[in-house]
């Protein structure tokens, strides 16, 4: 079964930092791009950043200078290094496996979807 588990989310001062950490874990084979989104109370959910396997990224143009993400394709983990922290960052942050191929026990399964249960980051002015 794979899972996809968050750290790194709390409360911060405005300009401040966090480290979001997603590990992916099971029987994975594959992933082709792993990418975090946020949530705000009463908006919908935004991407914020993603990266392929090849490390090419995208980031949203709200994030673009402060967020960096970056991934270890070994340890099948995805990180986002937020900096200049500002309240209208805060949200519930979610990680996301897009093309995930893995092993079921019978067979490879691939181009699977999965999301974490998300980590609250709290910036406060």
């Known amino acids: 079964q794979v899972q996809l588990v968050e750290s790194g989310g709390g409360l911060v001062q405005a300009g401040g930092s966090l480290r979001l950490s997603c590990a992916a874990s099971?029987?994975?084979?594959?992933?082709?791009?792993m990418g975090w989104y946020r949530q705000a109370p009463g908006k919908q959910r935004e991407l914020v950043a993603a990266?392929?396997?090849?490390?090419?990224?995208n980031y949203a143009d709200s994030v673009k200078g402060r967020f960096t993400i970056s991934r270890d394709n070994a340890k099948n983990t995805v990180y986002l290094q937020m900096n200049s922290l500002k309240p209208e960052d805060t949200a519930v942050y979610y990680c996301?496996?897009?093309?995930?191929?893995?092993?079921?026990?019978?067979?490879?399964?691939?181009?699977?979807?999965?999301w974490g249960e998300g980590t609250l980051v709290t910036v406060s002015s």
């Open positions: 996301n496996a897009d093309g995930l191929g893995y092993y079921s026990g019978k067979a490879p399964i691939y181009g699977m979807d999965y």
């Open positions: 099971g029987s994975i084979l594959s992933i082709n791009a």
């Open positions: 990266i392929t396997s090849g490390d090419s990224t």
